[in-house]
Structures are given as structure tokens and as C-alpha cells.
């Protein structure tokens, strides 16, 4: 597997994976037996548990054609439900890098970026055409590059688009805002010192 | 103050400074943490030589993975108690409150919270738990986070969000008799889809929303986020205040005065404008059951399910799914449909008043036979309210198990679950494929009334057509 990704992040470049479906859930992403866990570790080989035993092999996780992918091409309304960040480790932890899609669910996507991995969207039509391309080209190397807001093979080339602040981010590799939300400690107290709920509810 | 919708005035009193990468740092005002999204937080913090920054405004319990059987330690579950244990290892080392099994206090954290006064007007909330949207019904902003936005919130006590847009959901009239909160969310969601909320927090306003109770309107925020939604909130009111006088981690005195009158200063403007707005007439909502795999896949209890033709496009491939994994064929009225578990419980419906609705029902009758039904409280406060009220014995003569409060079989975590293709009639909030812990089990939301009724009839079946025999 892949490192995780550190610092910015501009590139990723890789074979894809196709998988069809609205409204896929972090449920089906990683059940929730899976999340009795204290570390994230294992979580690689338990992406989409139910869904692949379910196929019995056929799961694009599991097709011998798909192994090795990175960049996971999905439809729209992708990892709603619940919010466990187990989610996108699982994928990571399988070896995908970035996800293209029509939408993703808004809590999901803000743990895809807490970990550097970027969601990039396309309208149906476009995505429609992606998944049909990578369903018949597996071995196709792909490139989703945030810095043109594009995903080109050898061969086609496909706008996408990644909300600015996020974008941004990850450009910058400021995508983990630990550091910089610690930076602000002392507007943080000065905050705290106006709150009137923090404060006995006297106005300031 | 501010000007604006509450969700702006909230988000503008939070608002720590604006971030390079263009989102805004916001301060959380109560961090609620439990055992399953809290322990790599920890550990990560722990590898960054951090501390917590605010314990006191951090609260833990432990919900998801407790048996509702016995809750003697340690656990029967080697991995349950591994993560109970570092929990409480967690919570020990960074001073943090842990309102643990025995304590009174323990419960599913989206009940606790509320019922201990914790969560008020004008905060922001924020939990590792897509259901934090419960806590809107205060009027403050709740949002479920991941684990990485955890480990930002104990170490700067806030996080890096981008601002919703806002739209009301404006309800007029009055609820029918039989109707419930449960039941006008699933409408709602049913109405703008699984995805409609994206990007948005819902504003729940209008007649109908005011004459809901404090647990109604928990009830129906909770469930925003299955609208898409990451926050709902209904603005406060006398029906908020008078739910919080008192509570244990309430202001009282004089500073209950002085928070009222702040607290009504947070309300949305008559002419706050919102991005989008839609209406719904109380009156027309009808008990709602979901029949497929998303929580959008609702279904007025006279209705049937629906064929292609009747969907919108876009629908139609989730719906072909639906009608395989759930084996329910376009044109079944969902009346009738057989059940082989009922749970009552979980954020969305465990709290008194569900308990009470749901045994209303089952007072005088029976549990019909092969069915397995259990009632699970939403917390230890609520097990005493309805033990007190002799609940546990109506349920308990009806052939119901009375259990301990947890989770449960809404996600399954601990040993409550379905088994093989077993349907179950549930008070929770997600019907997604495998939810309640089979690969193959299914689920048919609806409200803890709805779910008695189905136990007592062993088939989804319309509760308003079955008399009821309240509390005192």
C-alpha cells in the first residue's frame, strides 16, 4: 500500500476503479461490526465487507482487473450516513488516493480532506462516460490533477471540480488543520472571554 | 447581535478567524464524545504531544457498543470492553467527565445531552456522530464530525467549516391524531430525497413545528441529516426554556434570566433571508413507513410500493435495488407486510415520550406470536422515568423485552441484531442494506407507535386504526 498522503497535495496519478450507484452509505462502505476497533488498521481488507461477499468476488474491489487501483469513480450522494471517518480509512487503507463522483455526502467529505484525499466532481453525463471508459479500460493509468481541475488518461481528458477552500488545502498542504487551528489559542480565549454561555450569560 | 437567520448569528458569535485555505475556524461549545469515533482521536493526539484544550467543555458516555442485556464488566464482548476501557483510560488521563453505565447518567449522547441540560440555545455542538443534529432542537448548530475533526476539536476546542446555505422547512397547521415527529420527517425526506440537504442546514419553522414538544422536535432534527442535511434546528420558544429549567446542567437563578433573555435575542429574524424555503401542510402527512434501502424510500401507511414508472429517472435504479434486497414487488401496499423483530429505541426515538406513545399501544394486548419486539431506553434517566411510570410492565405483560439503555439494534454494534433475510418494524433512523447487522437483514422504519402496532398485528399496519389506552 501507498503512504498516506503528507504535504501538498497536487496529483494523483493511478489506475481507476469504477463503482455504479446513488446514495452509497459509510454503512456499506465499512459495517459497523468493523468499527469495534481502537486503531484504523485493519480496516483495508474490510472495505465494503457485506457488498463484496454478497457478490461472491465479482465486487470491482475484488476484480482481479481492478487491484492496484487508486482513484475510485462513483455516482452521486457517495458516503452518506453515518460519520465515521473509518469510511475514507478504509478505502485509503485499500490503496485509493482520490475519489471522483457527481456528489458526496458533506460530513464524508470533510473527513476525505482531514486526510488528504481529494474528492473531485463531474456532472452525470461526464461521470457516466468515465465509468463506462474504466469499465472497458482497467489498465488505463489516469491522472486527476488539482491544480488544472482535470482527469485525462493518454487518451481523454475530463473537467472536474474542487470547491476553492478545499482545493486550496490541499494545494497548499494545508489540509490537516490541526496546526493552524492551534495557531489561533489566543483568539480562541479571546473568544471564550465573550461567549455569553461561558460567561454566566452576563453581556459583554 | 447579529443580524440574520439563527444559524447566522450562531455561526458569526463562534467564528474564530478566517483560515488561509478559505475556511472559517468556529469554535465548538460543547464536545460530546463516546467510544467508538473518540479513541484514534486520542491516540493521534497523543502522537502530537497535544493536550485537550477544554475538557470542561468536553462530555463523554458510552453508547454504541453496550449490551442491552447485562451490563456487567467487563463485557461479554472482548473488543466492547477494549473500547469502553480506553475510553475511560482517555477520559481519566484529560479530566474529561464520563457519564459511565450505573452513573444515572449514561445513555445514548445524543439523550443524554439534552436531558442533563448540557445542550442549550445558541451553542455549537459538535459530536463524532452523523446524529448531532439532534441538538438543533435547542436552536443551537450540531453537526456530526469524523474522527480527524475530533482530534482538532479536543486539541483547539474548535474546527475548520465551511457555512451552510439555509432552508426553511416551513410546516403549517397541525399534525393529525396518530401523526408523529417520526412521521413528518420521513415525509420530508421522502418529499426532497436522501440528497436534498446537501449544503444546506434545515430551518424548521411554522405552526406545526411550534406545537411540537422539546422530544418531537429532537425527533425531527435528529433526522436531518437523513435528509442530507448536516444540522437542523427549529428556533428556541417557551416550549425550549421551560424543557430546560431546571435540568442539572441548566443555568438557573439569575443567570436563568439573563440566559432566556439572550436566548431569545438568537431567534431568526422575521426578515432573515434564506437561501431556499419549502412548504409542507401538516395536515396531509399520513404515518409514514420506509419500504426500500434509504430513508427517502417512504411510503404514506395507505400507499404501495411504488413502480419505475411512478419514480423520477434518477430514482429508478435504486429503487430496481430496493425492490431485490428487500423483496417487496412494485404495487405491495405496505399495510400488511409481515415482520419478524420491532425495536423501539435509539437518538432518534428512545426517549419517554416514544416509550410512552409506543405503550399506549401495547398496553392490553400481546406481542403476536414468532415475533421478537424489545424496547431499549434511550438512556438510564429515561429506564427510571418509564420504570417509575410502570412502562417497563406494560411492555413486559405485552410479551416486549425490556432492556438496557444503549444503541442497540440501530447500527448494531453490540449483540442486538437481525438475523439472515429477518425484517424488522424499527423506530431508528436508517434502513441502509445491513444496518442492523445482517448482510442480507431488513429494515422498515417508523414511529415507536407504528412499531407496537406492527408487534402486536405481527404486519405493518396503521396504528390510528388501533385504540389506545395512554398514561394516566
Known amino acids: 500500500m501507498n503512504s498516506f498522503p503528507s504535504g501538498p497535495v497536487d496529483q494523483v496519478v493511478g489506475t481507476a476503479l469504477a463503482l455504479i450507484g446513488e446514495d452509497i452509505d459509510t454503512d456499506r462502505i465499512i459495517p459497523a461490526r468493523f468499527l469495534k476497533c481502537v486503531s484504523f488498521d485493519a480496516l483495508g481488507d474490510q472495505v465494503f465487507a457485506d457488498d463484496r461477499s454478497e457478490l461472491n468476488g465479482e465486487h470491482p474491489f475484488d476484480q482481479q482487473q481492478f487491484q492496484g487501483a487508486s482513484i475510485l469513480v462513483v455516482n452521486g450522494n457517495f458516503g452518506c450516513g453515518s460519520s465515521r471517518e473509518h469510511a475514507p480509512q478504509a478505502l485509503m487503507r485499500w490503496g485509493i488516493r482520490a475519489v471522483v463522483g457527481i456528489s458526496f455526502a458533506e460530513i464524508f467529505y470533510g473527513n476525505c480532506l482531514a486526510l488528504g484525499l481529494p474528492c473531485a466532481t463531474a456532472p452525470a453525463e461526464t461521470i457516466a462516460a468515465l465509468q463506462a471508459k474504466v469499465l472497458t479500460s482497467p489498465a488505463l493509468p489516469w491522472t486527476l490533477d488539482l491544480e488544472t481541475m482535470t482527469f485525462a488518461s493518454a487518451t481523454d481528458q475530463w473537467a472536474v471540480a474542487v470547491d476553492s477552500g478545499p482545493r486550496q488545502m490541499l494545494l497548499s498542504g494545508r489540509w490537516d488543520a490541526t496546526s493552524q487551528l492551534l495557531d489561533q489559542g489566543e483568539e480562541v480565549k479571546r473568544l471564550m472571554q465573550l461567549l455569553p454561555y461561558l460567561n454566566g450569560f452576563i453581556a459583554q | ?472
Open chain 2, 1 to 472: 447581535m447579529s443580524s440574520g437567520t439563527l444559524y447566522d448569528k450562531v455561526w458569526d458569535l463562534h467564528r474564530v478567524a478566517e483560515l488561509p485555505g478559505g475556511s472559517t475556524q468556529l469554535f465548538v461549545g460543547l464536545h460530546l464524545i463516546h467510544e467508538v469515533t473518540s479513541p484514534q482521536a486520542f491516540a493521534a493526539l497523543r502522537d502530537k504531544g497535544l493536550s485537550v484544550r477544554c475538557p470542561e467543555r468536553t462530555v463523554a458516555t458510552v453508547d454504541h457498543i453496550v449490551p442491552t442485556t447485562s451490563q456487567s464488566r467487563p463485557f461479554a464482548d472482548p473488543l466492547a470492553e477494549e473500547m469502553l476501557s480506553t475510553l475511560e483510560r482517555n477520559c481519566a488521563e484529560h479530566g474529561i467527565t464520563l457519564n459511565g453505565i450505573g452513573s444515572g447518567r449514561q445513555g445514548i449522547v445524543h439523550v443524554i445531552a439534552p436531558e442533563l441540560g448540557l445542550t442549550q440555545p445558541g451553542m455549537t455542538v459538535a459530536c463524532g456522530d452523523s446524529h448531532t443534529s439532534t441538538h438543533g432542537a435547542f436552536g443551537a448548530i450540531a453537526f456530526g464530525i469524523g474522527t480527524s475533526q475530533v482530534r482538532d476539536v479536543l486539541a483547539s476546542q474548535s474546527l475548520a467549516m465551511n457555512k451552510l446555505k439555509v432552508r426553511r422547512i416551513q410546516v403549517n397547521g397541525r399534525l393529525a391524531e396518530g401523526v408523529s415527529a417520526k412521521d413528518l420527517i420521513l415525509h420530508v425526506i421522502r418529499t426532497l430525497g436522501v440528497k436534498g440537504g446537501v449544503g444546506y442546514a434545515y430551518e424548521f419553522a411554522g405552526s406545526a413545528i411550534t406545537a411540537l414538544s422539546m422530544e418531537e422536535r429532537m425527533t425531527l432534527c435528529n433526522m436531518a441529516i437523513e435528509g442530507g442535511a448536516r444540522c437542523g434546528y427549529v428556533n428556541p420558544d417557551a416550549v425550549t426554556f421551560n424543557y430546560l429549567k431546571g435540568r442539572p446542567e441548566a443555568p438557573s437563578g439569575e443567570a436563568w434570566d439573563r440566559a432566556v433573555q439572550w436566548w431569545r435575542t438568537l431567534v431568526s429574524d422575521e426578515d432573515a433571508v434564506v437561501d431556499d424555503e419549502v412548504v409542507f401542510e401538516a395536515a396531509t402527512i399520513a404515518p409514514t413507513v420506509t419500504w426500500g434501502i434509504t430513508p427517502g424510500q417512504g411510503l404514506g401507511i395507505d400507499e404501495c410500493v411504488p413502480t419505475l414508472e411512478q419514480l423520477e429517472p434518477g430514482e429508478r435504479p435504486i429503487a430496481e435495488e430496493a425492490y431485490r434486497y428487500m423483496d417487496l414487488q412494485p404495487g405491495t401496499a405496505i399495510a400488511g407486510v409481515p415482520v419478524d423483530v420491532c425495536f423501539i429505541g435509539s437518538c432518534t426515538n428512545g426517549r419517554i415520550s416514544d416509550l410512552r406513545a409506543a405503550a399506549a399501544v401495547a398496553r392490553g394486548r400481546h406481542v403476536a406470536s414468532g415475533i421478537k419486539a424489545f424496547v431499549v431506553p434511550g438512556s438510564e434517566q429515561v429506564a427510571q422515568a418509564a420504570e417509575a411510570e410502570g412502562l417497563d410492565q406494560v411492555f413486559r405483560e405485552a410479551g416486549f423485552e425490556w432492556r438496557e439503555p444503549g444503541c442497540s439494534m440501530c447500527l448494531a454494534m453490540n449483540p442486538d441484531r437481525i438475523e439472515g433475510r429477518q425484517i424488522s418494524a424499527s423506530s431508528s433512523n436508517r434502513n441502509f442494506k445491513g444496518r442492523q447487522g445482517s448482510a442480507s437483514g431488513r429494515t422498515l422504519l417508523m414511529s415507536p407507535a407504528m412499531v407496537a402496532a406492527a408487534a402486536v398485528l405481527g404486519h405493518v399496519t396503521d396504528v390510528r386504526n388501533l385504540s389506545l389506552q395512554p398514561t394516566a
